[in-house]
């Protein structure tokens, strides 16, 4: 989409490329010609290239004036700031907080879970409401720093609460409507009525303290329990922070960890494939050249670990599902009445696996931790 720029001599556009960069063209009228430059910036800000075609009757200082204006309105007088709200849900317990400040610019919000019967819900959807303040040059660049940002914090939440965050689709679903002991089946469309980003960033109180974790999520939560950020989650971002090949191992393994809670609803042998691939991940991108197996051994919650055990994990679930449409966990069972031991085999696995699997992401996590406060 492209949008128009504010631009000391001229109109000109805007809009993004393949690359998630934020590209500005503009013609400007000067003496001797028609100049037209092109200004490519990165989403952090950062600028990637600046071009001006200038035509040979312009002379070379009219030329500099303009480029040199550009840089000014582009970074300068164009700059503003922006409030932006993104809103996920997740199912599972509420926050134990109200909100979560996660930077001095980003908190994340409880919405729409403000009294005491709502908040220990079993099975329930939640939501939680990102609010954050952005530096852009106008609203649509805003929107667009905003849902970079989102993308990321929502999956390293979902690795550090133990949930799937993920934006409710829009689609008219079907509910069941009890009223005075009747039931109703309806069909209606699917979300909830928020309120829009504040018009001022909130500040953050002087006796805010929220409830925290002392370790990383375990795989299934209890009934009547609410979650909450590990303490160790500002330790996390400042290693994300410190080491390029950290944050980008930490990136990966989120966002598979998000789609792996996410689908856990859907289909437990894709969210055991997707822990797995998780794991999996982190070596390679730390470039280490450990395998799964390598790595599951390393940090192991369990001690020693058979080969056999992480040969099923790795080939019967991930490898089996991605690569042969395999779905173990979600064949029908025989009826109750008789033994089904394959099925319950199964079952054990799945389960332990990802016991299992946790357990090395938060020895993993720990050791990061760790050795980032050395």
Known sequence: MRTTFPWPFGDSSAHFDEDDNYVVVADAEVDGGLIRWELVQA??????????????????????????????????????????????????????????????????SRVLDDDEGSLYLINAERLVALDMRVEAV??????????????RISALLSLALGV??????????WVLHRTDGDS????????????????????????????????????????GELIALPRKWRSLL?????????????????????????????????????????IESIPKRLGTGASFSDFAREHSPAGEVSDHYLDALYG?????????????????????????????????LGFSGMMF????????????VAEQSN
């Open 238 to 278: 400042r290693a994300i922070e410190a080491d390029t090949a950290i944050g980008n191992a930490v990136d990966s393994a989120a966002r598979l960890v998000q789609l792996s809670r996410v689908a856990r609803v859907h289909s437990r042998t894709m969210a055991l494939a997707y822990m797995v691939a998780a």
């Open 316 to 348: 019967r679930f991930r490898s089996g599902h991605f690569h042969a449409g395999s779905d173990p966990l979600s064949r029908p069972q025989r009826p109750a009445d008789i033994s089904d031991r394959e099925a319950a085999e199964l079952n054990e």
């Open 43 to 108: 989403s952090d800000g950062a600028l990637r290239s600046l071009a001006a075609h200038v035509p040979a009757s312009a002379s070379e200082s009219v030329a500099r004036s303009v480029v040199d204006a550009a840089i000014r309105s582009a970074f300068a007088e164009t700059t503003q700031t922006f409030v932006q709200r993104r809103v996920y849900a997740y199912i599972g317990p509420a926050l134990a907080s109200p909100s979560y400040w996660l930077s001095p610019d980003l908190c994340v």
């Open 138 to 151: 106008d609203a649509s660049h805003a929107g667009h720093l905003a849902n970079l940002r989102a993308h």
């Open 164 to 173: 799937g965050l993920y934006t409710i689709p829009h689609a008219q679903v």
């Open 184 to 223: 109703e089946s309806l069909r209606l469309n699917r979300g909830a009525h928020l309120p829009g980003p504040p018009a001022d960033f909130p500040k953050k109180s002087k006796d805010y303290q929220p409830a925290l974790s002392e370790s990383w999520p375990i795989y299934g939560f209890m009934g």
């Open 357 to 368: 699997l946790t357990g090395v992401l938060r020895n993993w996590l720990d050791r990061v």
